[in-house]
């Protein structure tokens, strides 16, 4: 399968902290995207790395890129309440995405 | 701007009965298309794409079949569900000049 892994599945931090979110891919990719899903909506879209990209901001969001390892990982700074949500990776190859089985994150205030 | 439509919101539907879930896009035109299925807690799996009016393909055999009749319309089939179908459905668009996918509001649909 060409799914990628997110980890850890469950995360719980206290407001304010920082969320780190990992994600491991099996192939080769065009670019890495990370979406985020509100408990029972659809995905929406938070940040694109490309693959000669190694880390790129966004806000609070910082997103890194290891190739070599095949890996991502998603920081969420200064975490919010309102962060509360499903974070999943993806990666893109040509016209196809492959979903990571996706990190829940609660953000307690 | 680009606006992505899909319904019904929930379906509880009996075993063996046919499906239809219709999913539009507004905004861009020859985009490319996607149903996904998403399980309870899971991620989501890639079902169908579409690249154009009629060209459809398929990510794993399965019950479901996929149409596109018009550019901007993508429908998801069966003829018969199963249990194992129920799930959330997720329609996606990619527009040309972008590389993130744009996601409808799912569906989320229960057999019984």
């Known amino acids: 399968s060409q799914q990628g892994e997110e980890d850890p599945q469950a995360l719980s931090i206290q407001e304010g902290e920082n969320a780190t979110m990992n994600c491991s891919y099996k192939?080769?990719?065009?670019?890495l995207q990370w979406y985020r899903q509100n408990s029972g909506r659809g995905l929406v879209h938070l940040i694109l790395?490309?693959?000669?990209?190694r880390e790129k901001h966004s806000g609070r969001l910082r997103v890194t890129l290891d190739t070599s390892k095949k890996s991502s990982s998603l920081l969420i700074t200064a975490s919010r309440a309102a962060d509360t949500a499903s974070y999943f990776c993806?990666?893109?190859?040509?016209?196809?995405?492959?979903f990571g089985t996706g990190t829940s994150l609660t953000v307690i205030p | 701007s680009q606006t992505i439509h899909q319904w019904p919101a929930t379906l509880v539907q009996p075993v063996g009965s046919p499906l239809s879930l219709e999913c539009t896009v507004e905004?861009?035109?020859?985009?490319?298309l996607y149903w996904y299925r998403q399980a309870a807690g899971r991620g989501l799996q890639l079902l169908f794409y579409?690249?154009?009016?009629?060209?459809i393909s398929s990510e794993v055999p399965q019950n479901l079949s996929a149409s596109r009749p018009q550019d901007r319309q993508f429908i998801l089939s069966s003829k018969k569900l199963l249990l194992s179908d129920s799930g959330f459905y997720l329609c996606?668009?990619?527009?040309?000049?972008?590389?993130?996918?744009?996601f409808g509001p799912g569906t989320r649909l229960t057999v019984l």
């Open positions: 579409s690249v154009g009016i009629g060209q």
């Open positions: 790395i490309r693959s000669n990209e």
């Open positions: 905004g861009t035109s020859n985009p490319n």
């Open positions: 993806a990666t893109a190859l040509g016209n196809q995405f492959y």
């Open positions: 192939t080769s990719i065009n670019n």
């Open positions: 996606a668009f990619l527009a040309a000049s972008y590389n993130e996918q744009f």
